[in-house]
């Protein structure tokens, strides 16, 4: 095996870095003062937009598919992991390159699994980084680590389904420009135990879906939210069914594959930076008449 | 102490980027199925790397680093979720223990052919044709396990019958 940069990836890499230096990390500040400003915490600053434009004339945008599509030329999991890793760095970086969760996973599963029309609705403006997602999963009455408890319903009613159940950590649900939830329920609460679940693509404007609340994380509100939402006799019509009846507990888990590889990534460019920020900190002060970099 | 914190951050981290590479070389090269361990497995490394990274890192700052003076603080926050999303740290532990526990468990079969066989299109889980792969791919997850020896499978090894 052979963790050398393709030319590909060096080259996209390197692209990546110098849109990092110039224009990510001195927007964290204008980010900062946006946000303040607004009095928001789910407010969409402006900066975003700017930064989106110019990684997409710099052709750093949706590089996170695996594989080809019509819309993108795909870059394998070995190509992007280093792009993933310096995207970690800031958190204004994944969403500027339109390659931020739960959108990627979403736009993944749509590529395999979306009808053409589908597609058209809502694969495309989420692949232009004109509207967002969410993937509605986790549930608060049962250990959703065990994705077999999850309980909501899915009934199907002639051309319908009717979506009932309650979902929390839904993150994304709390933007105004998420615009489609991917919620996972049971069709067939009698099929065999990984057969019961299906995914339907819901409208968030869809009547009877409510944002219950936004969850803090240690007194953290995140901009885009980690909601509660229930579902109170929603309908949609059965050509909103991701892939087939039955299938989602199967969609779940190619959902998550590559998504791994991205999150992992990330988190390893963040924790490169909280390195970078100890190891500059411990070189600039002193205490008990040394630096703290030789304090043993 | 700071020095063995600098140290250490730079092993931890550097360590789990090769792990996550080399799941992402498998999922490119052998399919993600076939990734699963691995790809657990960075599940679990690198956020629980991460926090301890960050943790130090707030310990170096001082009361700056519990503030907001300081991305510090709303990093650990936001990581100290990624050890319960997408499957807590618990759940990929046991997918990972019992992959490696399968390959003495099934009826018959010694660590070689439990390992392998079923990669071939043989054994019980044949059916699957998404679990069915060729030759080659099967040497490649194979040789990880006996990499030094051309795959040649180890000898069962015997152990003593203890008297009840």
């Given at each position: 095996m052979d963790f050398e940069f393709s030319p590909k990836a060096?080259?996209?890499r390197q692209r990546l870095v110098e849109f990092m230096d110039e224009r990510i990390i001195p927007a964290e500040a204008i980010y900062r003062q946006q946000m303040e400003a607004s009095g928001d915490p789910h407010f969409h600053p402006p900066v975003i937009e700017e930064l989106k434009a110019e990684a997409r004339t710099r052709g750093l945008w949706n590089l996170f598919l695996p594989h080809a599509t019509e819309w993108t030329e795909g870059l394998s999991n070995l190509d992007y992991a280093?792009?993933?890793?310096?995207?970690?760095?800031?958190p204004l970086a994944s969403e500027a390159l339109n390659c931020a969760a739960p959108d990627t996973g979403n736009m993944e599963i749509l590529t395999m699994f979306g009808t053409p029309e589908q597609q058209d609705r809502w694969l495309v403006p989420l692949l232009e980084g004109e509207i967002r997602s969410c993937f509605a999963m986790t549930e608060p009455a049962v250990a959703s680590s065990d994705a077999t408890n999850i309980e909501c319903s899915i009934r199907r009613d002639?051309?319908?389904?009717v979506i009932n159940g309650r979902k929390w950590w839904i993150s994304g649900a709390a933007s105004s420009r998420c615009k489609v939830a991917i919620v996972m329920g049971k069709t067939d609460p009698d099929a065999p135990t990984h057969s019961q679940q299906s995914m339907v693509l819901v409208p968030m404007d869809a009547p009877g879906l409510v944002i219950e609340r936004a969850l803090p994380v240690f007194g953290y509100?995140?901009?885009?939210?980690?909601?509660?939402?229930?579902?109170?006799?929603?309908?949609?019509?059965?050509?909103?069914?991701?892939?087939t009846e039955g299938g989602g507990f199967a969609m779940a888990q190619a959902r998550l594959g590559p998504g791994r590889i991205h999150h992992c990534m990330r988190t390893l460019g963040a924790a490169e930076r909280a390195l970078e920020l100890m190891c500059r900190r411990v070189v600039e002060r002193e205490a008990f008449g040394k630096p703290l970099a030789s304090q043993v | 102490m700071i020095q063995t914190w600098i140290a250490e951050g730079r092993i931890e981290i550097d360590q789990a980027r090769l792990l996550t590479l080399y799941a992402a070389w498998l999922m490119d090269n052998v399919g993600n199925k076939a990734a699963r361990t691995e790809i657990s497995a960075i599940k679990v490394v690198a956020p629980n790397v991460a926090l301890r990274v960050i943790d130090n890192a707030i310990q170096a700052h001082g009361g700056g680093g519990v503030s907001d003076d300081f991305p510090l603080a709303a990093m650990y926050a936001g990581i100290r979720t990624l050890r319960i999303a997408d499957g807590p740290d618990e759940v990929h532990r046991m997918v990972i223990a019992r992959r490696e526990l399968r390959r003495y468990a099934e009826s018959g079969a010694d660590a070689w052919a439990s390992s392998g066989a079923w990669l071939m299109g043989a054994g019980p889980r044949a059916a699957d044709p998404a679990r069915r792969l060729g030759r080659e791919s099967v040497l490649r997850v194979v040789s990880r396990y006996w990499p030094a020896t051309g795959c040649t499978p180890p000898a069962a090894p015997t152990f003593p019958t203890h008297p009840r």
């Open positions: 060096a080259e996209l280093p792009l993933a890793e310096i995207l970690g760095r800031s002639g051309d319908e389904y509100q995140d901009r885009e939210g980690h909601c509660e939402l229930s579902f109170n006799d929603v309908r949609v019509p059965v050509t909103n069914l991701l892939g | -």
